[in-house]
């Protein structure tokens, strides 16, 4: 085992006996790095560089997968914290900026004319889900993508252990691109769907017909079209992705990035159907959190101030960019490729015909890891992300692929693992 993460391998020692994996959230976890060969545990960040235990120092293109949205420790976001925090966090009243922040989504999502806020993603998602299945009367729903740890959407993947099978039975999988897998759901289930829901963009670029498509299908059956813009939202565009393609759904859910890192995410979307919010119970202690919500309010002032998504489309674009050229001149095989939205792309790897992708992601992330970059494979970009981050990860990748390559082909990518590789997870995107 690698010395240089002798204090990560200690740590996660010490944490798995009292921490089930030794972590809060999976794709955080040794199962999705290379045990060994990785740092397990970040000590601090500041602007787009983070610093494990071991004080190896990072440019993080994982962003605390992707809540990070204009850099670790942003001054005028801490500063409107340290304000809230010394006025309190938590009442026993709604505050009022409960109302401010709801406004400023309501002006600019389209599909936003009342909000409800919530803590993660998953609060979100499953409070539309809620929310369509007592508009509608109806328990099925069709979805795309991921959308959080609740029973609704994780029964509907291979790690459903706990789900009951009662519950399974009424999620169905739609293909992305592909509206006739959602023709034949509404085919097979007439009048039963409540609502369709999916990530309106992550790897693949919608086809031109695809949203307006969803759209229809949706209002010619009565049911809702939900868009999961936890991570698309104030990344692809101040409006989300429904700016963006210019598709508006009935309801959307919002996350991650909305307040750099600090935790809120909210539910947005036609009056007709959030006053309904009055009927459901969608409810909890730490919903109306100042703390997180004066981080979103500063966050969605300085986004608009310097129209952040334009510059992380700048910058990704380079990236990008540099990427494909890159492939190209080292005559890339197939199995390695690129894709997603520039502020959200994407090295993307297939298994070869000598190795599963999973030993060859190992073998990337070891060898990007031991040059000082953390990364899961996607490049999640944030505002303290400069030209010469972007040009050290293309010079990066220029030095580890063509090896990764002719390792490929040799069959020796197992043998030159330096720790344990990481282990397949359930792939919904
Ligand atoms: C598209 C999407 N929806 C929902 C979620 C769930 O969000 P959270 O993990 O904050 O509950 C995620 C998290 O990765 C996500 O990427």
Known sequence: MNSRYQHSLELSA????????????????????????????IERG?????????????????????????????????????????????????????TEVAEKLI??????????FGKNGTD?????????????????????????????????????????ECVRELTHKFEYNDLDTLAQIFAKHPDQIAAVILEPMNVAWPE??????????????????????????????????????????DLAAFGKGMANGFPISAVVGKRQYMCRMEDIFFSGTF?????????????????????VPARLAERGQRLLDGL????KEINAPDWLGTAGHPSWSFLT????????????????????????????????????????????????YAEILPTLIKLDSAGKIEDSLNGEPIQPVFKVR
């Open 14 to 41: 010490r944490a798995e006996k009292s921490i089930p994996l030794g972590s809060q959230t999976f794709s955080k976890s040794r199962l999705c790095f290379p045990y060994g060969a990785a740092p397990l545990f």
């Open 46 to 98: 500041n602007g787009a560089d983070v610093w494990d235990v071991d004080e190896n120092k990072y440019i993080d293109f994982a962003g605390g997968l992707l809540a990070i949205s204009l850099g670790y420790c942003d001054p005028d976001i801490n500063a409107a914290v340290i304000e809230q925090l010394n006025k309190g966090s938590i009442f026993s009243l709604p505050h009022r900026l409960e």
């Open 107 to 116: 002006e600019l999502i389209p599909c936003a004319e009342m909000v409800r």
């Open 124 to 164: 979100a998602t499953s409070a539309c889900i809620r929310l369509a299945r007592a508009i509608t009367g109806r328990e099925h729903v069709a979805v795309c993508g991921y959308h959080g740890w609740q029973d609704w959407y994780i029964g509907s993947t291979t790690r459903h252990l706990g789900v009951p």
């Open 208 to 249: 031109p017909d695809f949203l307006p498509g969803l759209r229809k299908l949706c209002d010619a059956h009565g049911t809702l079209l939900i868009f999961d813009e936890t991570i698309t939202g104030f990344r692809y565009h101040l409006g989300g992705a429904q700016t963006l393609f210019g598709v508006t759904p």
């Open 287 to 307: 919903g109306g959190d100042a703390i997180a919500l004066a981080a979103a309010n500063a966050v969605i002032d300085k986004m608009q101030r310097l129209d």
């Open 324 to 327: 494909n050229v890159l492939l």
């Open 349 to 396: 790897v297939a298994d070869s015909p000598n190795h599963s992708l999973w030993l060859l992601k190992s073998y990337l992330i070891q060898e990007l890891c031991k040059r000082g970059i953390l990364t899961l494979g996607s490049h999640n970009l944030n505002l303290a992300h400069t030209n010469e981050h972007i040009d050290f990860l293309l010079a990066t």
